[in-house]
């Protein structure tokens, strides 16, 4: 007997968590570090997680500079007031990721499984037109320079200078207004960049 729990269906959030565990994998895979080979974390030129300093600034070529760490760039409060839900934890990940695992609020709820939010810098290695070619079904968005969000993965890429950075939504149910939410976490990177 299936109950209606206003959940995403079982298979596509088992997708959708492989997915987030291929992430958190490649996050912590040995040797790797914040471009520019500090450990993500470290206190190398700038602020730790949950400080109240810029963070450190790394050098990326003719495009400029990006942070360090992205989790300094945007609270994790603000996130789960967007996103309506509790904030459970904050993690950094290398190579300038960071990621907000968030507590529905409802009763009973799980701590940590409302979902997470993803934001990252994708290291000039993807531009939009390699994500608008790899999801193509998705949908340009006015935010940024360029922005494209893709309903495969609920990614939206902001373009900003010569950078592109990604706001991923995991584990939100298909009747949330993830674009929505996606656009206004971005808005609050931007401001920061």
């Known amino acids: 007997m299936h109950m209606s729990t206003g959940r995403i269906p079982r298979p596509a959030a088992g997708v959708a968590l492989a997915l987030a565990m291929v992430v958190a994998a490649c996050n912590s895979a040995p040797g790797a570090g914040a471009p520019g080979g500090a450990p993500a974390g470290s206190a190398a030129g700038g602020s ?14 003719a495009g400029g500079t990006v942070p360090a760490e992205m989790c300094p760039l945007v609270s994790g409060e603000d996130i789960a007031a967007i996103v309506d839900k509790d904030l459970a934890e904050t993690r950094p990940g290398a190579d300038a990721w960071c ?10 709820a799980i701590p940590g499984i409302g979902g997470s939010v993803i934001v990252r810098y994708e ?31 609920s ?25 929505d939410m996606a656009t206004q ?8 960049l």
Request: aromatic share 10%.
């Open 48 to 61: 730790q997680p949950g400080g109240g300093t810029q963070p450190p600034a790394t050098s990326v070529g």
């Open 99 to 108: 990621t907000w695992t968030f507590t529905d609020r409802t009763p009973g």
């Open 123 to 153: 290291n000039d290695v993807i531009s939009l037109d390699t994500a608008k070619s790899a999801s193509p079904g998705g949908e340009d968005v006015s935010i940024g320079d360029r922005g494209y969000w893709t309903d495969d993965f």
């Open 155 to 179: 990614v939206l890429y902001v373009v900003k200078g010569a950078h592109v950075y990604a706001i991923q939504l995991i584990l939100f149910d298909e009747a949330e207004p993830r674009l």
């Open 185 to 192: 976490i971005a808005q609050l990177l931007l401001a920061k």
